[in-house]
């Protein structure tokens, strides 16, 4: 599978484009699109999701995405690293930056594997339209202080996508089939961390279901099993820390609940076929 990094902490992209002429690729930064004009299908990890004019995409480091044109599409393209949201000159400030990034890999994660992101209000599509034109503005035109406005704007419009997530989450319906198994990926994705609250008896009473049952309904709804689901997105998020973080593998370990860093490096090996600090050097990149 073909990569693409980003050589900088931010950059801003803006393209018209009537194909797609490359495979799908594995990206190693944050990415958020938002189409301009066009139609068409975007695929997200072997997923795909039909895109019209406003529609916005979110993307985590090493997902795999491509373009499906119908009609000709211009869209915008804002990419980052975690360095570049995650300039601090506090403690206080580090512990927000680390626990909002947190939220973020779960909104991202989430809606690249289960749902299209919709901006349900109108006034909201009206202000990241707006603000995505001024990042426009304010990218190409580089003036003194423009990497700080740069870093507002994004977490203006990050904070208005979280929102709606929010508001979309509050707004399914609670016997839907659909929306419990939503509540229950966004329970793993917020607790990946969590051994505990991972269990399958903790999840059963949780979401009211019989503790015989869970394995089942979720390889239902998801198609796999609910053991490789947790092990595969812990991967991720380790993968994630070894390209986007200056963390050890002891650090990464603790924080996203491997017993110690033994215990990450087996798992590691056993999904990308290398340790972490190969994969970390570049030796070995996961395709």
């Not at 601090?88 to 680390?98: F, G, I």
Request: include cysteine; charged fraction near 25%; hydrophobic fraction near 35%.
């Amino acid at each position: 599978m073909k990569q693409k990094t980003l050589h900088q902490p931010f950059e801003v992209y803006v393209a018209d484009m009537d194909c797609w002429n490359e495979r799908p690729l594995i990206y190693h930064f944050f990415e958020i699109v938002w189409i301009m004009n066009g139609t068409g299908t975007r695929e997200t990890n072997r997923n795909r999701f039909p895109y019209r004019p406003g529609s916005l995409f979110l993307f985590t480091p090493l997902d795999c995405r491509g373009f499906d044109v119908g009609t000709h599409t211009r869209f915008c393209s804002i990419r980052f690293s975690e360095v570049f949201l995650s300039e601090y000159k506090t403690e206080q400030d580090k512990e927000r930056v680390t626990a909002w990034l947190k939220q973020l890999e779960t909104i991202f994660a989430h809606h690249n594997r289960f749902e299209e992101l919709l901006i349900r209000n109108e006034g909201d599509c009206k202000m990241i339209s707006s603000l995505i034109a001024h990042l426009i503005t304010e990218y190409n035109q580089r003036q003194a202080g423009h990497e700080e406005n740069l870093r507002h704007l994004v977490t203006l419009i990050l904070n208005v996508i979280t929102r709606n997530v929010h508001d979309g989450r509050a707004t399914d319906s609670p016997g839907s089939k659909e929306a419990l198994i939503n509540r229950v990926l966004l329970h793993i994705q917020r607790h990946i961390a969590n051994p505990d609250k991972l269990r399958v008896d903790y999840l059963a009473e949780q979401f009211s279901l019989s503790p015989n049952y869970v394995g089942e309904y979720f390889r239902k709804y998801t198609g796999e099993s609910l053991q490789s689901y947790i092990a595969s997105s812990r991967i991720k998020l380790v993968a994630q820390r070894l390209t986007q973080s200056s963390l050890t593998i002891g650090e990464i370990a603790a924080e996203l609940g491997y017993t110690d860093e033994s215990h990450l490096s087996r798992q590691f090996r056993k999904h990308h076929g290398t340790s972490p600090t190969a994969f970390r050097k570049g030796l070995v990149i996961a395709a």
